[in-house]
């Protein structure tokens, strides 16, 4: 058959098809997402369960005129390739190529970017209320999961969508699905409305019939009204989303265009906000994908006809030897609890769960109750460990401000991908979080230069007595032996590596390591190149900085972190402020949002890696000597 989805530049293309042609589009649409997906990696299972609500939106909508919003953007594979990106798929989550998640430079059609969950509603309503106030007539979709509804962000515009009163539909696209299976009580909420087919049905007819009732006014009005009240009260207490103000349809089959086309036309068409409650299956059509949806979430490249991963074996990731040291410290401590914003599998704490379900949380998308949740576990006594990306920290600041450090509790925050995370790109590195968590007081901030250093740092982050936050980069470690034991390092003390009288590099992280390679490099011509491993963001190891500086011309700072702000900024303000007089160069990120692509890549490109490093120091030493005077 030819193929359908080669004659498709916009949804303008298909808007005319019959059903059994959308469905064919449908099947050519997941065929390419999960040719393209095998080779590369990147969203399969919400891409793959998303397709025939793609279809459906942009042929009742009129695109790009009208916004779909989708939240996260992950699910939006569909999307982008009937919306003139197919010639380019290939690219995606590729240096130079098109982004993971939906960026507005690419398309008119992409009304919206992200990669947080739980914005989409907040941005959609933004467009709504402006619609509005321009006399504009354009409609306003947002398509958020199940999981995303589990955000704080969410409801918070829920409520002011349901006081607002705004022509929007809110398309719920449940899955019963987060990354991992979706928990808490919104998500058995939702159950209970999709295991309730009966219903919207019941209710409807019942309705129907009392309406037709006529009624002469006063009392027996009121009473019909009581009746339509209890009879939506029996067949299922309440309904949330329609006690907010919102028209409830639902629950729909995802997958059905012959029921979702109609439905979405009357959602489209009512003059107010609803809630068009849609039932997916994550990874639908492919049956790895369906029956595994965790690995297929975002899985690397795989093997179609088996489903298998393509996995280059290596070392232990940085998560997962910082899971098992947790769980080592959690045998010999019982006061140790592990939390996790609905990330099970890609913090390892699935590992903490399986030995210690009681004291394991999983609370959802919500990073903000997730660390208020832990001042208050610390604040009864127990020592909670909150294991999050660095990126999705972001979202709890205040939260860290306010409810833990002003209460100067013993909360950890295991700070999982710090530093640049590749395919994910501009809304998932993890470079901010050393300036953002540097200037609240009681606040430490330790990072290892490797794994080693990882497992000591936590388990001395145990024993502190306030908050401490303990970062790691996203993948493999170095491969060190883990059987060996921990080192005694004093809490707050950096290592001094190597003395050098030219320059001394002084680096966090696995940048040490890059600065060990530079100092070779330089050896070799001659230079004496010294190299710290400060450990410690903050505090700093003034002590250690102040009898390196004795010892060497100049300092030079390396970290994977944006300049502004961070680890490089400490060590110059602890230089000036203490009138160390000691020239100083920093070297990071730099001030502008760094798109996906290898993480090697991009060190190389900002000036980071060994080479552009040892290029830069070499300059810098004959600088420094030429300006000594004889
Ligand atoms: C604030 C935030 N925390 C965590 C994540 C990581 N994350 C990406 S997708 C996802 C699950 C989303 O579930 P759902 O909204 O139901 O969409 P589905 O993938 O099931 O289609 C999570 C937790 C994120 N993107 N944003």
């Not at 997730?370 to 909150?386: D, E, H, N, Q, W």
């Not at 000691?582 to 090697?600: K, M, S, Y």
């Amino acid at each position: 058959m030819a193929s359908v989805l080669e004659r498709i530049q916009t949804p303008h293309d298909f808007r005319h098809f019959t059903i059994p042609q959308l469905e064919q589009l449908a099947q050519e649409l997941r065929e390419t997402i999960l040719r393209t997906t095998a080779r590369s990696g990147g969203h399969v299972g919400a891409s793959l369960g998303a397709v025939e609500l793609t279809l459906a939106l942009h042929y009742v909508y009129d695109t790009p005129t009208d916004k779909v919003v989708f939240d996260i953007g992950h699910q939006a594979y569909a999307h982008k390739l009937i919306t003139g990106r197919r010639e380019q798929f290939a690219t995606i989550r590729q240096l130079g190529g098109l982004s993971g998640f939906l960026k507005r430079r690419e398309s008119p059609f992409d009304a919206w970017e992200g990669g947080h969950a739980g914005t989409s509603l907040s941005g959609a309503l933004g467009m709504a209320a402006a619609r509005d106030l321009q006399r504009a007539s354009y409609q306003v979709a947002a398509v958020i999961g199940d999981g995303a509804l589990t955000a704080g962000m969410a409801w918070e515009a829920l409520n002011q969508l349901g006081h607002l009163k705004t022509r929007m539909v809110v398309v719920v696209n449940d899955n019963s699905m987060s990354i991992a299976p979706n928990v808490g009580a919104v998500s058995r909420y939702l159950t209970e409305l999709r295991t309730a087919p009966g219903y919207v049905r019941v209710k409807q007819e019942v309705e129907a019939l009392l309406d037709s009732v006529p009624v002469f006014g006063g009392p027996l009005k009121r009473t019909v009204e009581r009746i339509k009240d209890a009879v939506h009260h029996a067949v299922i207490p309440g309904n949330v989303f329609e006690e907010l103000g919102f028209k409830y349809y639902g629950p729909i089959d995802g997958h059905d265009l012959d029921s979702l086309i109609p439905v979405l036309r009357s959602a489209r068409e009512f003059d107010g906000p609803v809630v068009l409650h849609v039932i997916t299956q994550k990874g639908k059509g492919y049956r790895p994908a369906e029956e595994r949806p965790v690995q297929f979430h975002g899985p690397g490249p795989f093997e179609i006809s088996s489903g298998q991963m393509i996995k280059k074996s290596g070392p232990p990731s940085y998560s997962q030897v910082f899971s098992e040291t947790l769980v080592e410290a959690a045998r010999e401590r019982r006061d140790i609890v592990a939390i996790t914003a609905a990330m099970p599998d890609g913090t390892k704490l699935d590992y903490f769960q399986s030995q210690f379900p009681d004291r394991y949380f999983d609370v959802g998308i919500a990073e903000q109750h997730a660390a208020t949740f832990a001042a208050g576990l610390a604040m009864a006594g127990l020592r909670p460990v909150f294991a999050v990306y660095s990126t999705f920290l972001q979202r709890a600041y205040d939260q860290v401000i306010h409810d833990v450090c002003h209460h100067n509790l013993p909360v950890v925050f295991a700070v999982d991908r710090a530093g640049l995370v590749g395919g994910d790109g501009a809304t998932h590195q993890g470079v901010y979080d050393i300036a953002f968590l540097r200037t609240v007081p009681n606040m430490e901030i330790a990072m290892g230069k490797d794994e080693q250093e990882l497992r000591q740092l936590i388990r001395a982050s145990l024993d502190r007595p306030g908050p401490v936050a303990v970062r790691y980069p996203r993948g493999a470690g170095r491969g060190l032996s883990l059987e060996e034991p921990l080192p005694d390092v004093p809490w707050g003390r950096g290592e001094w590596i190597h003395q050098g009288r030219d320059l001394t590099l002084v680096a966090i992280g696995p940048m040490v390591y890059v600065a060990m390679e530079v100092r070779d490099r330089l050896a070799a011509d001659g230079y004496e190149v010294g190299v710290v491993n400060a450990r410690f963001i903050k505090p700093l190891d003034v002590n250690l900085l102040a009898e390196v500086a004795g010892s060497t011309q100049a300092f030079m700072t390396l970290e994977e972190h944006a300049l502004a702000g961070g680890f490089g900024s400490a060590i110059a303000e602890w230089v000036d402020d203490a009138g160390i007089g000691i020239p100083i160069r920093r070297e990071g990120l730099p001030d502008v949002f760094i798109d996906h692509g290898p993480t090697d890549y991009y060190l190389d490109m900002y000036g980071l890696s060994a080479e552009a490093l040892a290029r830069k120091a070499v300059s810098w030493i004959q600088e420094l000597s030429s300006s000594v005077k004889p």
